[in-house]
């Protein structure tokens, strides 16, 4: 099958040639002809499996036809995760539509609103946001939405994961019911479900059509999987030994702290390594300079948080180190998932603690299989890593992380009870005056 059997116009088929596309992927030959023909989608699809073109080509397609577009309204919104995503989904669909007289901007945080607001005024075709900025635009007034035809939620998963739940659900209450919804996922979980299931709250909604093309239980054959067993204390030595020895091209070193993130960097400077950080406390213009660097190839080593990371999209990179390891197997997938795109070979290296065993038998069980070994001369462990059990289910869940509500609350009642405390002891040393004189 080719683009041209999927009812693509011509000029659509011309840029998508001139990009090197020659042969949809399985998500694009099932997504593609569903979206033209109006139906309502849920996909659950992983990263590189080329989602993006599977939901914009089809609305490139259906939006090719004059049509006068009035000021602050648009017609199709792209809800992002994050800014890097948003940025490269704009960017994706400035290519695809290139030889259509079609309109597109991405609006995320970060930046002031003024540019944005201006270039609202004047309506778009295809608007790509994040859920945060976009709650923002709306309130300022800025753009409405009684002329949307086509909703998609873009890596649903992670924006869950992100808690923009709560925005997302206000974001579509503020939407005309009679509208097409697309929704594409790594996974589906039990939350991501019931915002899959908001779309069909309307009297007016359709039933969605659901389609699978992710392994349930694999992550890409193509990517060579191992890990070190390692003490956390000789990590960043590991990491900068690897780095050297095997001369290591291009890698993207996923860290859970944004903190730590920092402090690597440093670490790897001492050792004449140069990497850089990408993660939350980063200006927009810093983190797009740095993502500018690492896709041109200048920057060869980045280090970045997960939720940063999310957005990163190399078409060619080699290599992903898991320097520390992701709590959830879903994690594990996506960000391996990074490396090994569009059939070609990739390498996942993970970094393994003590401390790390449950999840590494949560991520070797969803894989169903074990992550092979290997040991580095110089680097012996003090504390052993057992091997994995299969059929491990983990007991309990990682405990959320606290509101400022509840900080708030817990800091009050901890004040109250040292309080408390404090007069017993005031009491009770009164008390003692009184007996010993």
Sequence with gaps: ???????????????????????????????IPAIISGKDLIATAQTGTGKTAAFVLPILERFNQERKLRGKRIRALI??????????????????????NLTTMAVYGGVDTAAQKKRLIEGVDILVATPGRLLDLAHQRALH?????????????????????????????RLPASR??????ATMSHDVRSIAEQFSDSKLAKPALEINVSPKDRSAPNIDQWLITVDKDTKSALLSHLIKEQQWEQTLIFIEKKHGAAKLVEQLAKRGIEAEAIHGDRSQAQREKILGDFRSGKLKYLVATGVAARGIDIGELSRVVNYDLPFKPEEYIH????????????EAIS??????FKNLCAIESRLD??????????FPV????????????????????????????????????????????????????????
């Design 1 to 31: 099958m080719t683009f041209l059997n999927l009812g693509l116009c011509a000029p659509i088929l011309q840029a998508i040639d001139e990009l090197g596309y020659t042969t949809p992927t399985p998500i694009q030959k099932q997504a």
């Design 79 to 100: 809800l992002t995760p994050t800014r890097e995503l948003c940025v490269q989904v704009s960017n994706n669909i400035a290519d695809y539509s290139k030889h259509l």
């Design 145 to 173: 939405f009684d002329e949307l035809e086509v909703l998609v939620l873009d890596e649903a998963d992670r924006m869950v994961d992100m808690g923009q739940g709560d925005e997302i659900r206000k974001i579509i209450d």
């Design 180 to 185: 097409q919804n697309l929704l594409f996922s």
């Design 335 to 346: 960000r391996i998932g990074r490396t090994g795109r569009a059939g070609a070979k990739g």
């Design 351 to 356: 970094f393994v603690a003590h401390g790390d």
């Design 369 to 378: 299989h074990l992550i092979e070994r290997r040991e580095i001369e110089g």
């Design 382 to 437: 003090r504390k052993v890593v057992p091997i994995s059990i299969l059929n491990y289910v983990r007991k309990s869940k990682p405990p959320a992380p606290k509101s400022a509500k509840h900080r708030e609350k817990s800091k009050s009642k901890k004040s109250r009870n040292e309080a408390r405390k404090a007069s017993t002891n005031n009491d009770e040393n009164r008390k003692n005056r009184d007996i010993w004189g």
